[in-house]
């Protein structure tokens, strides 16, 4: 019975974490349903390697989808640099490129779908510079990595 249960579990651990990366980064895609595809399963597997991290793929409405889903990729975009902390990572924008108020819509919408994460926003340099900090529980790292295609 306890074996079932496991594999159940894990079962539905990875649909939930195929699901995730149509979503997330977190919620990158539209909500459609897409076929699970191989690299979405060898992230499903980097997913549950990097400490068992799950997105709440219904945390957001269809809209918050949609809104979340472009400021991800405004600010993966418009980065003008990513830096490996101890705990996680840090991204830096330029004000002129996106907004602390956008910034801040996107970490609204990010922690309802993982709230696992620690969000960590500065604006430094007189201004110049917005700062993202994303840290967690051990083994975010490896996900913030995975999720967000970092080298």
Not at 91 to 109: C, G, H, I, R, S
Not at 117 to 138: K, S
Request: charged letters at 25%; hydrophobic letters at 40%.
């Amino acid at each position: 019975m306890r074996n079932n249960l496991k594999q159940s579990l894990g079962t539905k651990k990875g649909i939930v974490a195929a699901s995730a990366f149509l979503l997330c980064p977190c919620c990158i895609t539209s909500a459609e349903v897409k076929p699970v595809s191989s690299s979405v399963q060898e992230k499903q597997k980097v997913m549950e390697s990097a400490g068992g991290f799950y997105c709440n793929t219904k945390a957001l409405s269809p809209a918050e989808r949609t809104r979340h889903g472009a400021l991800t990729k405004k600010l993966l975009s418009v980065r003008r640099a990513t830096v490996e902390t101890e705990k996680g990572y840090e991204l830096q924008f330029n004000p002129a490129d996106v907004t602390v108020a956008e910034v801040a819509e996107w970490v609204e919408m990010e922690s309802k779908c993982c709230s696992f994460f620690d969000f960590h926003i500065d604006l430094e340099n007189a201004g110049t510079l917005i700062c993202l900090r994303l840290t967690g529980a051990e083994g975010v790292k490896q996900f913030i990595r995975a999720e967000f295609r970092l080298s």
